[in-house]
């Protein structure tokens, strides 16, 4: 076990609990075996492509010399400044993230208590998270490094450094549910968003919701649907 110097265990005035049978995905490690397997399948083709800005241009989409009978955006928090579906009620929320080298620390669990420490291996830990709703954008702020800091020293009594620090937008909508459907005017433009900070969780239910629909007609959960936002649109 950890040596009982390597960390603190303040008092918490309600107690704590342990969750079992728990774990967390690394989401980078899955995004990039998934995109060398379908790689491998001749499913997946990586390039560029531009969503188009008049709805006279989703007539006939061709990528690549294949014609697509669908867009669906996947775009996450920029889906919230573009033209097609800038009206949904979005409400995006910055978060950065710290990786930390602590040898001698010996946490082998996840750590939670209003922010966390989560253990990926050869002494490093991620440290996170921050929210932010105003500056929205990918660049790492001394601000929310301080933050973080702060919390982590009441925690951590050994010596540690900092190693990665990392920013993101999470795609959140004011009511907290996903944004997956058909855009009110084009037929065969829609999106896959707005799985805010449950996108590990949600994405795999909400991709099955999507293509059950697209493939066999079967309607889509009402909490998801954009119809249940069609009130904020207005053409353009």
């Known amino acids: 076990g950890a040596d009982s110097r390597a960390y603190a265990y ?6 704590s609990g342990i969750v079992h049978h728990a774990g967390y995905l690394d989401v980078e490690a899955f995004l990039s075996h998934s995109r060398r397997y ?9 390039g560029h492509f ?15 010399g294949n014609v697509a009978d669908r867009i669906i955006d996947c775009t996450g928090h920029q889906a919230a400044s573009s033209k097609w579906f800038g009206y949904l009620p979005f409400a995006l929320a910055k978060g950065e993230l710290l990786t930390i080298y602590c040898p001698g620390l010996g946490l082998s669990e ?3 208590a209003g922010f966390f420490i989560l253990p990926v291996g050869n002494d490093r830990y991620r440290v ?7 500056e929205l954008n990918d660049i790492p702020t001394d601000k929310a490094k301080t933050e973080l800091l702060e919390k982590l020293r009441k925690w951590i009594t050994i010596p540690f450094e900092i ?7 999470r795609p959140a909508v004011q009511d907290r549910r996903p944004l997956i459907g058909r855009h009110h005017e084009v037929e065969n433009l829609w999106l896959f968003n707005g799985m805010g900070t449950k996108g590990v969780m949600l ?6 919701q999507l293509a059950d629909h697209l493939f066999a007609g079967k309607p889509l959960m009402e909490e998801a649907d954009i119809a249940r936002f069609s009130k904020y649109y207005h053409p353009k």
């Open 203 to 208: 994405a795999p239910l909400m991709a099955d």
């Open 128 to 134: 996170g998270a921050t929210f932010e709703w105003d």
């Open 110 to 112: 996840i750590f939670n």
């Open 10 to 15: 303040p008092e918490f005035e309600f107690g």
């Open 163 to 169: 190693v990665d620090h990392k920013a993101g937008v």
């Open 50 to 64: 531009t969503i188009p800005d008049h709805k006279s241009g989703f007539s006939q989409i061709e990528i690549n």
């Open 38 to 46: 379908f790689e491998s399948l001749g499913i997946l083709h990586v």
